[in-house]
């Protein structure tokens, strides 16, 4: 039995979610037999870590302050092993702009986008090159947060007089935005958990069929608004290429514990949208889906993700 602290709600948009999320886990790693406290993020945090002296932390915060890299980096001043993705990996997953640059490298394919910062756009004029942003990447286009998540911000672009709307809707999430080109094709979630020796495996491929054509907050977390099908209903050659992509998105951001690589499938090849680094445990979510699936159940999958974070040999990123 270990000494847990399950960090949940904090200050996002996904405060909400991370409630439930927090409170499913806390209630297996409980089956499970283990001594569970659950933490609210908030200014006494740090001192209760200190007072509680708990063997790990499972982190179930979503978006900024538990994606971010911000409470990993807290835990390793706290000498506290914690689970999912280090410090580094969680900037650049939590961060739209840089995962792709960082996917572009690695070699993986993910749709074309334009970076635009609020700092540009009152010190240098930057809003002069939104047409041209536009015009380059062809409607329709998404604009959305650099860093939020559950779709917030996001909107949809078909036409010129829409641009100026989105793009004050997505500053209105976030400092920093991106511009995406809109495609289309099966969504296919691929949920990846280490295994007891280190190496990151696929639960399966989850294909998102949303009822109401969009796959926002409301489609994510309302039961019955979305189906999906697990396995996903697409070719084995494709199904084939997106597990590689997933497998080399995951590696190329220096993801480890567990993490979830969102695609859109376009004409036969995958092209990563996200990735999540804590991705929600909701009863609606794709990750414990995929494992329930392949018989998994949750308890297990919980149970997986903790052993990973107690290894003493794991070097986080």
Same mark, same amino acid.
């Given at each position: 039995m270990a /000494? @847990?602290?399950? @960090? +949940? =709600?904090?200050?996002?948009m996904e405060r909400d979610v991370s409630f439930v999320t927090g409170t499913r886990v806390g209630r297996a790693l409980e089956r499970l037999g283990h001594d569970v406290h659950l933490l609210d993020i908030e200014d006494s945090t740090t001192e209760n870590l200190i007072d509680l002296a708990p063997d790990a932390a499972f982190i179930c915060l979503h978006g900024p302050g538990g994606e971010d890299g911000t409470v990993q980096a807290l835990l390793e001043t706290l000498d506290i092993p914690y689970t999912g993705s280090g410090p580094l990996s969680s900037i650049r997953c939590m961060d739209k702009d840089y995962a792709k640059r960082a996917l572009q490298a690695a070699g993986v394919q993910t749709p074309p986008f334009r970076t635009f910062l609020r700092r540009a756009m009152n010190e240098m004029g930057a809003a002069s090159a939104l047409n041209i942003a536009a015009e380059s990447l062809g409607y329709p286009f998404a604009v959305k947060p650099a860093r939020e998540g559950s779709s917030f911000g996001l909107s949809k672009v078909d036409e010129p007089d829409g641009l100026l709307e989105a793009v004050y809707e997505a500053f209105g999430y976030d400092a920093k935005i991106i511009l995406e080109k809109w495609i289309e094709g099966p969504e296919v979630s691929v949920p990846i958990v280490e295994s007891e020796s280190g190496e990151p495996e696929i639960l399966g491929l989850v294909e998102i069929r949303p009822r109401g054509g969009e796959y926002d907050f409301q489609a994510k977390y309302t039961p019955g608004a979305t189906d999906f099908a697990i396995p996903a209903e697409v070719s084995n050659v494709v199904a084939e290429q997106v597990e590689q992509t997933a497998l080399t998105a995951y590696k190329a951001l220096g993801c480890s514990g567990f993490a979830r690589i969102? !695609?859109?499938?376009? +004409? =036969? !090849?995958? /092209?990563v949208l996200d990735v999540k680094t804590i991705p929600g445990f909701t009863e609606t979510s794709t990750f414990p889906l995929a494992a329930e699936a392949v018989g998994m159940s949750f308890e297990k999958l919980v149970e997986r993700i903790l052993s990973a974070a107690l290894k003493d040999e794991v070097v986080k990123l």
């Open positions: /000494k @847990l602290v399950v @960090l +949940r =709600g904090g200050h996002s969102d !695609t859109i499938v376009e +004409r =036969g !090849t995958p /092209k």
